[in-house]
């Protein structure tokens, strides 16, 4: 299966430090998408990095693509209670016309105040 | 407001039921995905669709049927013959279908409940 797979499965920090997440996969891509998910509710498109991109900032989001090992990392800085969710990434299959996305399981972030 | 709309948000089926669950958006996008959440599990594609009048099974479709038969509709029937379908169900379209911006836009979804 192309499923990713986030560890840690669960993640819990104190305001202001920062937050790491890892994303595993299987298969060639054409791109890597990352989710967050509150909980009970749909999921929202965080960032996306292309297959030939090793590194993509979004406001306090950082994230890089190895393809060579097949993972990615999603870093949040300076994290805040508001950045408790559930966060996913999920991979396409490259060369697929398809569109389908494979999720992982998530990373569940608690964020202290 | 462009968007994606599941309704119900809560519904409670009882054994033997048929369910339908809905699924609207008006963002123009061709391809439409169901998706299933269980607790630990992640999500799981039950059926996608890349253009009006065509679906595919994805890899949990037992037990479930869809139809597409208008480019902002894709409503998800939860049968009889789906042993176990309390579950947190996720619809999703994106812009096309093709390689490349396969950014999906999700909507709140709906949780069912066998009682």
């Known amino acids: 299966s192309q499923q990713g797979e986030e560890d840690p499965q669960a993640l819990s920090i104190q305001e202001g430090e920062n937050a790491t997440m890892n994303c595993s996969y299987k298969?060639?891509?054409?791109?890597l998408q990352w989710y967050r998910q509150n909980s009970g509710r749909g999921l929202v498109h965080l960032i996306l990095?292309?297959?030939?991109?090793r590194e993509k900032h979004s406001g306090r989001l950082r994230v890089t693509l190895d393809t060579s090992k097949k993972s990615s990392s999603l870093l949040i800085t300076a994290s805040r209670a508001a950045d408790t969710a559930s966060y996913f990434c999920?991979?396409?299959?490259?060369?697929?016309?398809?569109?389908?996305?494979?999720f992982g399981r998530g990373t569940q972030l608690t964020v202290w105040p | 407001d462009g968007g994606i709309t599941q309704s119900p948000k809560y519904l409670f089926r009882k054994e033997g039921q048929n369910v339908t669950l809905s699924c609207e958006q008006n963002?123009?996008?061709?391809?439409m995905y169901w998706y299933r959440q269980d607790p630990g599990q992640g999500l799981r594609l039950i059926y996608y669709?890349?253009?009006?009048?065509?679906?595919q099974k994805g890899d949990i479709a037992e037990g479930y049927s869809v139809s597409r038969e208008k480019k902002e509709s894709f409503p998800l029937t939860v049968t009889s013959a789906q042993k176990n379908p309390t579950a947190f169900y996720l619809c999703?379209?994106?812009?096309?279908?093709?390689?490349?911006?396969?950014?999906?836009?999700f909507g709140q979804g709906t949780r069912l409940t066998v009682v």
């Open positions: 999920a991979t396409d299959e490259r060369g697929s016309t398809l569109g389908r996305l494979y």
């Open positions: 999703a379209s994106s812009p096309r279908g093709a390689r490349g911006n396969t950014e999906a836009f």
């Open positions: 298969t060639s891509i054409n791109n």
């Open positions: 963002l123009n996008h061709d391809a």
């Open positions: 669709s890349q253009i009006v009048n065509d679906f």
């Open positions: 990095i292309r297959s030939n991109e």
